[in-house]
């Protein structure tokens, strides 16, 4: 049986979502759910996994109580409460159930490996620290996706999560001193003009500390605690 989904004419549009203690539904128990199971607990959400079967790494997270499982097979309600949906079982009718289930109950879909029935696609990730990158290819290429991270991977190092660091710690206060958008933007990339990366990729980290205080000092814009303490450390 199959289930008609109206034709995409835009592309996805990208956003992070807070999904701490939110309740998200996995349909389908094999490796493919662990995978997608282990991300979402990752970043903290409540995981739910309908199958009437699952693989041992499942059973073992169910035994320490990481998540919760229920040895059945897919029935709409199931959806009952989840803010997000994931289907990932080997059966296309289930999984085309699950998407029009969703759909008519405004629920995010994402079925895997099946792009056009998804609500949502899951992209590469890229993290480095506080740094987070996502990358897509929209759904038609998960390889060239996973290209892509390779590639930023090795381009992102550590020096911009301490940039991102510090400068966060700064953002209170600048918005207390700088009243438009206009002067805080010209406050940050000001500093990052400065040529802060480059110092701390270099290994110049006082060097880079200064800068961020002088920026600081001539905005009248207060010195972190954090950033004090990074160059009275330096």
Not at 34 to 40: G, L, N, Q, V
Not at 54 to 70: K, N
């Amino acid at each position: 049986m199959i289930f008609p989904f109206v034709k995409k004419n835009y592309p996805y549009y990208p956003i992070y979502l807070d999904i701490e203690e939110r309740p998200v539904l996995i349909i389908g128990g094999g490796n493919v759910c662990a995978r997608k199971a282990e991300t979402m607990m990752k970043y903290g959400a409540r995981v739910t996994i309908v199958s009437p079967e699952f693989t041992d790494e499942i059973e073992q997270w169910a035994r320490e109580g990481v998540l919760e499982i229920h040895r059945k097979s897919y029935e709409e309600s199931d959806l009952g409460g989840a803010s997000i949906v994931i289907a990932s079982t080997d059966d296309k009718c289930v999984n085309g159930r699950i998407a029009r289930d969703c759909r008519r109950r405004h629920i995010p879909v994402n079925v895997v490996d099946v792009t056009h029935l998804c609500e949502f696609i899951v992209p590469a990730i890229v993290e480095s620290g506080s740094i987070q990158i996502a990358v897509s290819t929209g759904g038609k290429s998960p390889a060239l996706a996973r290209t892509l991270k390779e590639d930023i991977q090795r381009f992102v190092g550590p020096e911009y999560d301490e940039v991102n660091r510090l400068l966060g710690t700064l953002r209170t206060a600048a918005k207390k001193k700088l009243p438009t958008d206009i002067d805080r933007k010209k406050f940050f990339d000001g500093i990052i003009a400065g040529g802060i990366l480059e110092m701390l990729r270099g290994g110049k980290k006082r060097e880079a500390y200064e800068t961020i205080t002088r920026a600081c000092d001539t905005a009248g814009v207060p010195v972190s605690d954090a950033l004090r303490e990074a160059l009275a450390t330096a």
